[in-house]
Nanobody
């Protein structure tokens, strides 16, 4: 079983909203930085958003800033990604990631990954 399990993906229309969830299998992850990446067909995996309540940091990619919000309850091993005003360019497989080090996670070096959840936005 993957240490991280994503849910909430689906097929939506442009302008709609979706909320992704990622739950960790072990309580250890409650102190880890957790975040989201995405990979569109034919493209490299790209950073979306990350949070670490331990170091009080949240970082969101410019490409989704103002539309996507990452949230997490302090001390919990669950992270959410609220996605609003979706467009076709947001179509991708969204992956949850976790790592003890916030910077390493943001740089795409996270130690733990989920299997991903598909988000498809029709225009």
């Amino acid at each position: 079983q993957a240490p991280l399990v994503e849910s909430g993906g689906g097929l939506v229309q442009a302008g709609d909203s979706l909320r992704l969830s990622c739950a960790a299998s072990e309580r250890t992850f409650s102190t880890y930085a957790m975040g989201w990446f995405r990979q569109a067909p034919g493209k490299e995996r790209e950073f979306v958003a990350a949070n670490s309540w331990i170091v009080s940091r949240t970082f969101v990619a410019d490409s989704v800033k103002g539309r996507f919000t990452i949230s997490r309850f302090n001390g919990k091993a669950t992270v959410y990604l609220q996605m609003n005003s979706l467009n076709a360019e947001d179509t991708a497989v969204y992956y949850c990631a976790a790592d003890p080090d916030f910077e390493r996670l943001v740089r795409n070096g996270a130690a733990y990954w989920g299997h991903g959840t598909q988000v498809t936005v029709s225009s």
